[in-house]
């Protein structure tokens, strides 16, 4: 019984080429008391491999959290194994604006202790009494009034290359850092404000908006389905666009757009460009803003000292490695003092500063 994706990403992409077809790229989570998460786990990767689902899934004792790809052919047997399951039936399914047949490559389906790392002991608070959710055109509405404070809920890396307009973008690189910070520099503000918050598919804003009320916050709203339902719902309604450039999507497409705007720059030169790259040098594995210019200049490195480690034979480069482990810090790194024209985000004391 295979439980375990064994194709390398080239293979698959080969295999993709080869079948010739469409397919879907979506997202989906659900919180759930799940007795088994590792039954569960070995369940849907059977099934979804028989399907041809790639993607990155995470199931916990507190719920499920998907972003995938599959055969557009193969979307009704999907969805029909997805309402066999009593927590997943009917579930909303975010698909995404921009489809792209290789967004992923592998299947991966793993235990996690949580769908989302946000730090909480979700036993001192209910997790259940969630804000009020709005769909594209209150929530348009709710932002265009003075007593509304809206709060980007994603890391630097993502509000960096597209927001909504007046948007509260927190200089943080994980969803923990952002609740405390977020509670303290609205403490004076419990009352008399709206809350408002976004995602990118709205799964952070369902624990952070309970975690908020828990907190004394008593107007708290979030935006339904986030960023990826919003686009589609102002598509589908007409309605004014609100969202300024991309919305960064964990897969190979890196972010989806959303408008024209291009409202980041490049980190080396400062010309205006959106797109994220890691450096070349697997040592360094940097995401950073890097224009087409830049890229050829700097062989897709984001400094000298990586260019020069990059020209090195491979086997010398891994010599190099050995014993320095993988960092897990490149999202920060996106922000490192080589980098002159790094973005600094919005923070909520200069929001009010500034009211």
Not at 36 to 45: A, G, M, T
Not at 100 to 108: A, G, H, I, M, Y
Not at 178 to 203: F, Q, R
Not at 221 to 226: I, P, S, T
Request: glycine share 4%; proline share 2%.
């Amino acid at each position: 019984m295979q439980l375990y994706n064994k194709l390398s990403a080239k293979e698959r992409a080969e295999l993709i080429d080869q079948a010739g077809k469409s397919r879907l790229t979506l997202s989906f989570y659900q919180y759930a008391n799940i007795g088994n998460p590792q039954i569960l786990r070995d369940h849907l990767f059977l099934t979804w491999d028989s399907l041809e689902v790639l993607g990155r899934i995470y199931v916990a004792h507190e719920g499920i959290n998907a972003q995938l790809s599959l055969p557009a052919d193969r979307f009704n047997e999907f969805k029909n194994h997805l309402d066999s399951i009593d927590f997943l039936k009917d579930i909303r399914l975010n698909i995404a604006v921009e489809q792209d047949n290789k967004s992923f490559l592998k299947l991966k389906v793993k235990v996690r202790d949580k769908i989302v790392a946000d730090g909480l002991n979700d036993d001192t608070f209910d997790v259940t009494n969630k804000g009020i959710h709005l769909k594209a055109e209150d929530f348009n509405k709710f932002i265009d009034d003075e007593n509304t404070v809206l709060v980007d809920m994603r890391n630097h890396y993502e509000s960096e290359i597209g927001h909504f307009k007046n948007a509260i973008t927190p200089d943080v690189d994980t969803f923990r850092e952002s609740l405390d910070i977020i509670e303290a520099d609205l403490k004076d503000h419990k009352e008399d404000k709206n809350l408002v918050m976004y995602c990118t598919g709205g799964i952070r804003c369902e624990k952070a908006s309970a975690y908020f009320k828990h907190k004394g916050f008593k107007n708290v709203f979030q935006l339904e389905g986030g960023i990826i339902e919003y686009t589609r719902q102002i598509k589908e309604q007409n309605l004014e666009n609100k969202f300024l450039g991309q919305n960064f999507v964990f897969d190979d497409r890196r972010a989806e757009r959303i408008s024209d705007d291009v409202i980041a720059s490049c980190h080396q030169c400062g010309e205006p460009f959106d797109v994220h790259t890691n450096c070349a040098n697997q040592a360094c594995h940097l995401l950073f803003i890097q224009c087409p210019k830049c890229k050829e200049e700097m062989e897709n490195c984001c400094s000298t000292t990586c260019m020069e480690v990059n020209r090195l034979p491979f086997e010398e480069q891994k010599e190099l490695r050995k014993g320095q482990g993988n960092s897990n810090d490149i999202f920060k790194k996106g922000r490192a003092d080589h980098l002159p024209y790094k973005k600094d985000l919005r923070n909520i004391f200069d929001y009010f500063q500034k009211k």
